[in-house]
């Protein structure tokens, strides 16, 4: 086994025995999280619906009239559950990652360990930087787009208003985190499988065209039937692709040199 490398033979059990401790770690920051977001879940759940309210201004209607409604009695308590865990995950995630880089670091070499760190915080940057966008962008149209097809009884017809349910407004601006999140992990996978050479930043720009219409099915999956929400998502994700190719080309560059900077000293040995 390589110098280079930290982990030493160990038998079955000890590798069992240090998994059992990585998850105990993570499972019990998670579950510490929970009770402590549980317990603020009427205030986490009122600071996610802040959007909405943002929304309701830019119809021009009442703010403070804003109400959403749950129709059945255990609606809104797992409801909160939901957020509870939600926010859980999203706190306990550094402590989640670090117990998985501390069980995994040890079998993997140094130069490799030096380069799967940066991705460990990239990935929750960008999955924040997805997030806010959500919040601050994104849910705020998308509530607009909808309370805009309000009807008063003037118009001549019957009044209809929107009043959105407690669990449905959470699995709307849930899902849109998550869809969000993860589509900001683009650059991040693809640098890794770059890195590895499973990819290449030229396969990735050929490939620009088909992934393309890619994103616009994924969008029109994971998002809700509106095209604000379809073309909200796919641009994005198509800016990732493009960045994700121009930290592909760094990469190559960065290798070529490397190699060839190893070929050069070992000319002159």
Known sequence: ???????????????????????IWALGAFFVAFLVCFYFAKQLFNLLVVPYKWAVDWAGLDVTKTE??????????????KVAAFCAMVI???????????????????????AFLPFLVASPILFL??????????????????????????EGGVAISLLPRVSEYLGLIMTLIFSFGLVFQLPVVTSLLVRVGILESQWLA?????????????AAIVTPPDPLSQIGLALP?????????YVARLIEKKRAATELAEAGSEERA
């Open 1 to 23: 086994m390589s110098g280079d490398m930290d982990d030493k033979p160990q038998p079955l059990i000890e590798h069992l025995i240090e998994l059992r401790s990585r998850l």
């Open 68 to 81: 959403l409604i749950y129709t059945a009695p255990q609606e809104f308590f797992f409801t909160q559950v």
């Open 92 to 114: 306990a995630f550094p402590v989640i990652a670090s117990q998985v880089y501390k069980f995994v670091a040890p079998g993997l070499y140094k130069n490799e360990r030096a």
């Open 129 to 154: 930087l997805g997030a806010s966008l959500v919040y601050f962008v994104f849910t705020p149209m998308v509530m607009w787009f909808f309370l805009a097809m309000q009807q008063a009884p003037e």
């Open 206 to 218: 050929d490939k620009r065209k088909y992934f393309i219409v890619v994103a616009f099915v994924i």
């Open 237 to 245: 994700t198509i800016l990732l692709y493009e960045v994700a190719i």
